[in-house]
């Protein structure tokens, strides 16, 4: 048995492995795919300290870090069930999808996120080509172009506020008929002036010429006509799922389906730690991710030798 189990091999994960391994104690991680998001982004401008990486070259960087130390990798395994101790203190179990079962004295789940995409076409063919999914990311490099901000719950309105201050033009597109967004955050949006708002608008096609975004086509829901706007960026915020739904039943989870932990990265059991995306923990980032993931190893030293190591 382990004494610390990492679920997830991404920022999170990755911090949570170094920091437990530098404690002596064995630990292991187990991934669906080593690197998590960040093996799907192109360039990364916000790890402090590193100016400019980019997403696979970030994810060699991890990978290699964490074999600098006695890390048991076990990587393309997905978790399948988590049964916690039975007692403080006791063994938790793993159960993985080939059939194989992992022990652990404390756990740090950080399967991380996913975002949830329109599924139409052009989104998968220009994504990091004009299409992105992080305003917080990815704003910088549309800096006085015209972009898209597809949805207006409040991730939406957010995303087209700060864009707004970025880029020249933003426009925003809501399937529904009113946004969803908070009053505050609409009645912002709506002053500021290279906003434009369509409601009812379903976006059919993102466009594009010479391996780049081009713009994007809607249907107005209340004529059925189509429209074609002219663009260099479309940013999808239509939520953020959370890769937690083979936890249901056994931890608490938030209304959105996040881990919920508290200040030290516990869950509702004892023994079990979370952190990153997958958890309630705001903004979802890589240094954000990092950071979590080496507190919750730090919590789950500070839960083992006051519960169980010899
Ligand atoms: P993830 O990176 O999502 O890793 C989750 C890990 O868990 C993966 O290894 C996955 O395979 C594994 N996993 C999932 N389910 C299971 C399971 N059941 N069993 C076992 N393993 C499982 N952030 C920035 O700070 N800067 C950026 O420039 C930036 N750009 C981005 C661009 C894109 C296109 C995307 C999608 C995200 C970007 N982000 C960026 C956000 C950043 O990637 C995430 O905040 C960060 O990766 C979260 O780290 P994490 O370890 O919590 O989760």
Redesign the pocket.
Known sequence: AFEVLV????????SAAIYAARKGISTGI?????????A????????ISVPYTE?PKLVAAMEQHVKEYDVDIMNM????KLIPAARKGGLHEVRLANGASLKARSVVL??????RQLGVPGEEEY??KGV???P???GPLFKGKRVAVIGGGNSGVEAAIDLAGIVGHVTLIEFGAEMRADDVLQKKLRSLKNVEIITSGQTTEITGEGGKVNGLTYTDRNTGESHHVALEGVFVQIGLVP?TE?LKGDIELSQHGEIIVNERAETSIPGIFA????TTVPY??????MGE?SKAALSAFDFLIRNSLP
């Open positions: 679920i997830g091999g991404g920022p999170a994960g990755s187990a991934a669906e795919r080593f690197g998590g998001q960040v799907d982004t192109m360039g990364i401008e916000n790890l997403g395994q997905r978790a399948e950080s399967t991380g996120a996913r975002w994504r990091n992105a999914y992080c917080h990311c990815d890769n083979w952190a990153g995306d997958a979802k980032q890589i240094v954000i991710s993931g």
